[in-house]
């Protein structure tokens, strides 16, 4: 899967050594297998005392976030590699009922059309 970089983490990378041709690697420099990352992920999550939360849930957050900033459904699935339908699911059953600005802008939305504007 290829995914643009925004600017803020194109210039952190482009500041920081280059060990590999992935942006994750183990501290011997090399990709992350499967397994070494899960384990890895696992200890850190509980040294940061984390819980309640998983791994997927990062993604979760991404296409809620993708969401908010205006991106289609289709758009999100191309960045976080869920299907259409997940995505949909996605942000129905988790976070857009959780989010006061998208509500705030519905309104804004419906406000402007009574008034016969064109407010995005």
Do not use: N
């Amino acid at each position: 899967m290829v995914i643009p970089v925004g600017a803020p983490l194109k210039a952190l990378l482009d500041a920081t050594p280059k060990q590999a041709i992935t942006i994750l690697t183990t501290t011997a420099g090399t990709a992350w297998t499967s397994m070494g990352f899960s384990a890895t992920w696992r200890k850190v999550v509980a040294k940061a005392q984390i819980t309640g939360l998983t791994f997927h849930d990062l993604r979760g957050t991404a296409v809620t976030r993708l969401a908010v900033a205006g991106c289609s459904e289709a758009e999100i699935a191309t960045i976080t590699g869920h299907s259409l339908r997940d995505v949909g699911a996605i942000l129905d059953a988790h976070y857009l009922s959780r989010d006061s600005r998208m509500a705030e802008s519905a309104i804004r939305k419906l406000e402007a059309h009574g008034k016969g504007t064109d407010l995005q």
